[in-house]
């Protein structure tokens, strides 16, 4: 089976450009959460999506926004870029929503996002 | 927010058994403490979840106390392909975002 998969692998922007970036989660998979990664520390919480609507957000500024579609699929979407947004961008799949289980988050392999 | 902490390296020689305490003094009842393997430049891997005493999996085994304010992973005979940054979590089921500190980087030498 397919896991989590995520386009582009690489991309490289300018600063005030506007770049979306798309997860497709593991087949039957509900949730995506996406995360971000700057070198050298451990990823940080953006979004969390569940069946199109947002669940949780991180504290990220408004430039920075997701949906969710009715395949389950994702985008997140960043607009007025900055050199800090150069990152490795992570998304992430669980099973369900559940407020009674801990549903394992299966990341994917990332967007490296570079803004010049 | 409960909080971890954990060394921020280690080193290891090939075969050998590593064991990485993660420190979670403030962790609460509906807290789980999950471990997560990540290689450069690639998403993080679930490794291992527990709530209390020993859980054990085909990769690695997590011992917690009865106290529950610290966990220790365990990996047996190591090889080169298990250097990486591990991630000790602390989730539940009212907070889903997951929550990362700096990591252990560990570097397996042979």
């Known amino acids: 089976d397919a896991g989590v998969t995520q386009s582009p692998t690489h991309l490289i922007k300018t600063r005030g450009q506007h770049v979306t970036l798309r997860c497709s989660p593991i087949s039957g998979h509900k949730s995506v959460s996406w995360y971000q990664q700057v070198l050298g520390q451990g990823p940080q919480f953006i979004f969390q999506?569940?069946?199109?609507?947002?669940?949780g957000r991180g504290n990220f500024p408004d430039r920075f926004s997701a949906r969710q579609f009715p395949n389950y699929s994702s985008e997140l979407n960043v607009n007025a870029l900055l050199l800090g947004d150069s990152a490795l961008y992570l998304c992430?799949?669980?099973?369900?929503?559940?407020?009674?289980?801990?549903?394992?988050?299966?990341f994917g392999p990332g967007t490296r996002l570079t803004v010049l | 927010l409960a909080k971890t902490t954990q060394p921020i390296s280690m080193d290891s020689y090939e075969g050998q058994e590593v064991n990485i305490t993660c420190s979670h003094n403030?962790?609460?009842?509906?807290?789980?403490i999950t471990w997560y393997q990540q290689f450069p430049s690639q998403g993080p891997r679930f490794i291992i979840q527990?709530?209390?005493t020993k859980v054990k999996n085909e990769v690695a085994s997590l011992f917690i106390p009865a106290d529950r304010k610290s966990s220790t992973l365990s990996l047996p005979r190591v090889s080169l392909s298990d250097t990486a940054v591990y991630y000790c979590?602390?989730?539940?089921?009212?907070?889903?975002?997951?929550?990362f500190g700096s990591g252990t980087r560990l570097q397996v030498q042979p």
């Open positions: 999506y569940y069946e199109k609507e947002e669940r």
């Open positions: 403030n962790i609460a009842t509906n807290d789980y």
């Open positions: 992430a799949s669980s099973l369900t929503y559940s407020p009674t289980t801990t549903d394992t988050q299966y």
């Open positions: 979590l602390l989730t539940d089921t009212g907070r889903r975002a997951l929550t």
């Open positions: 527990g709530y209390k």
